[in-house]
């Protein structure tokens, strides 16, 4: 028993000394023959293998891995150091216990024996992995194949490296090597094949502005570029299921189906299913804006593809009011067909000639609901209707017009030649001519006409008098009119007809004296009423049983009563004589009366008194004496 375990003991000192003297210090990786210290190197023995298992490496760069430290046809063998180097841009390795300083690896025990480990860390700075144990004695050595040790791999990014053996030692129970051939392991950390489920917007127009084009899905990495079919576009990365990419108006000038992929770099990756992007036809006018002459007809309007179309292409049109309504045009609501290859199509619609003056007007015309296509800018045109209809003549409806004074007012009616659509209006004024302020109240207004109306009336109110009077007139005349232009007759007379009766002119009294030494009998005419024009009138004496030249002087006057007069006065010279008399009378009588009528008493008696005493002289005879 103590020979055993003192055995036991020289050979574990054996192989711990081997491995912290010999393992250590690094021999050359390769075919290695070392002894124990002291005696003749072995020769080389072809068949133990150190590697990797598996012996490449192929992982998706997004998921952790594993490898192993694999001894491959050893014979006899107690112990191993392996030491590698890896690139630290690419992978890291996983620490397997987390409690230890460290990063540490991981022990297998199922080829080699429970024993002791002298190393198994790695360096994520360095990029090296060092990895030293061994079986303890009595444990029996190992022949075959099997691994060691574990590890880890964390992937940091897409790509490939060498996991390359800087040494590889395998050393026997006395401590001496074993000849081993290393070979190193390619590593490959592939990217993932991406995968879209949606993209955003779907369709956009030919020969439109370039835009933001978003794709969803799954596996995307910062690589990732988006292909708008075999075009790759820029692409930018926001996450694993997001990417946005720049579609520029190059891409947009041929309408058509698209497929948007998205492609990961190698190693591994590749394109993902596509998504289906449309570039529609954009069917639009060919103007934002379109005249028409009222009188044409018709207003045609024409409606364009950006490009032509394998498919049939339909479009509704329906028109709409504005300042036009019904009346000026047709309402139209149709479907244009473009069949395929037709880029153009011509929508008329039926304006209506009417001889209404009226400001130009407008209609708008709306395309809607496209089919195989997209409504493109401009969508809706508006149609502007020019109008051919000169204004209207505003006139007098008579050059003049007679009213009775006592009718208080006198209508004066204006009217348009034609009907209008818009407001016409023009000015009248009143001016005197024999009739003036004092026959009617003067008029200065502006007459309004209505769309539509053709005649308007204005009222002059009139003076109703009592005075006789010739009749009158005024004048009333249109000007400064709006909307329409000055007609014939543009100035009209309006006569006022006198409604007054002529006055009656008579003598003042049926009889008038005078003395005879009064030289003159004043004689008084009347009107019954004053009168607005001169009346005139004839006076003549007469003989009664005065004489005319003895008694008077025979007359013959016109008495002349100006406008408002209504009383005149005549005198009759009396001849004065010495002779006693008796009192005499002389006739007096009116005629010829001018703008009057003669009234009663037209005819008077002029008594002239005589004022001479009478002589009595008595003759006495002469005897008497």
Do not use: H
């Amino acid at each position: 028993m103590n020979t055993w375990r003192q055995r036991a003991s020289l050979a574990a000192r054996a192989v711990v000394g081997w491995l912290c003297a010999v393992g250590l210090a690094a021999a050359p990786v390769g075919v290695t023959s070392v002894g124990v210290a002291g005696a003749a190197p072995l020769a080389p023995a072809a068949g133990a293998v150190a590697r990797c298992e598996p012996a490449a490496i192929s992982t998706l760069y997004t998921s952790p891995t594993t490898f192993d430290l694999y001894v491959q046809d050893a014979v006899d063998l107690y112990g191993v150091d392996f030491q590698l180097t890896f690139d630290t841009s690419l992978a890291q390795v996983g620490d397997d216990d987390g409690v230890a300083a460290g990063v540490q690896i991981t022990p297998l025990w199922g080829f080699l024996s429970t024993g002791y480990v002298v190393k198994r860390t790695a360096d994520n700075t360095a990029g090296t992995i060092w990895y030293a144990a061994t079986q303890l004695y009595p444990t029996a050595p190992v022949t075959g194949s099997g691994a060691v040790a574990r590890v880890t791999l964390l992937p940091q990014a897409s790509g490939t490296f060498t996991l390359t053996f800087t040494n590889a030692q395998l050393a026997r129970t006395d401590g001496s090597f074993i000849p081993v051939t290393s070979q190193d392991c390619a590593v490959t950390l592939t990217t993932p094949v991406p995968t879209t489920s949606a993209i955003s917007p779907t369709t956009a127009l030919a020969n439109g502005a370039g835009f933001s084009l978003t794709v969803t899905g799954t596996n995307f990495i910062s690589g990732s570029v988006v292909y708008w079919g075999s075009t790759p576009l820029v692409t930018t990365f926001i996450s694993g299921t997001q990417l946005v990419a720049t579609v520029p108006p190059g891409l947009l000038l041929l309408a058509g189906p698209i497929s948007v992929t998205v492609v990961n770099p190698a190693p591994g990756g590749g394109p993902s299913n596509g998504q289906l992007f449309t570039v529609l036809n954009g069917v639009r006018w060919t103007a934002s804006a379109y005249d028409a002459d009222e009188a044409a007809g018709s207003a045609v309007l024409t409606t364009t593809l950006d490009a032509p179309s394998s498919v049939t292409v339909t479009v509704g049109v329906t028109t709409s009011p504005g300042t036009a309504g019904a009346l000026d045009f047709t309402p139209l609501t149709t479907t244009v067909t473009f069949a395929p290859g037709q880029v153009t199509r011509a929508v008329t619609v039926t304006l209506t000639n009417d001889a209404l003056d009226e400001p130009d007007e407008t209609f708008t015309v709306a395309l809607s609901a496209p089919t195989n296509a997209a409504l493109g800018a401009p969508a809706e045109a508006v149609v502007t209707i020019r109008d051919d209809d000169a204004p209207p003549q505003v006139r007098f409806a008579a050059s003049s017009s007679a009213v009775s004074e006592g009718a208080g007012s006198a209508p004066i009616t204006v009217t348009l030649s034609a009907s209008s659509s818009l407001t016409v209006t023009v000015g009248v004024a009143t001016s005197p001519g024999t009739a003036g302020a004092a026959d009617y109240m003067p008029l200065s207004t502006t007459v309004t006409f209505a769309p539509g109306e053709v005649s308007r009336t204005v009222t002059v109110t009139l003076t109703n008098d009592a005075l006789d009077e010739s009749n009158e007139t005024f004048t009333a005349a249109l000007s400064a009119p709006t909307n329409a232009a000055l007609g014939v007759p543009a100035v009209m007379t309006v006569t006022i007809a006198d409604d007054d009766a002529a006055p009656s002119v008579r003598l003042s009294s049926p009889v008038y004296t005078a003395t005879e030494s009064a030289g003159s009998a004043p004689i008084t005419l009347t009107l019954s009423a004053a009168s607005g024009l001169t009346v005139t009138v004839v006076l003549t004496t007469s003989n009664g049983t005065a004489l005319a030249g003895s008694d008077y002087t025979p007359l013959t006057v016109t008495l002349t009563f100006t406008p408002g007069a209504v009383s005149r006065t005549a005198a009759v010279v009396l001849l004065n004589d010495a002779t006693a008399e008796p009192d005499e009378t002389l006739r007096l009588g009116l005629s010829a009366a001018v703008n009057a009528v003669l009234g009663a008493p037209a005819g008077a008696i002029l008594t002239v008194q005589d004022d001479d005493a009478i002589e009595v002289r008595l003759l006495l005879p002469l005897a008497f004496r």
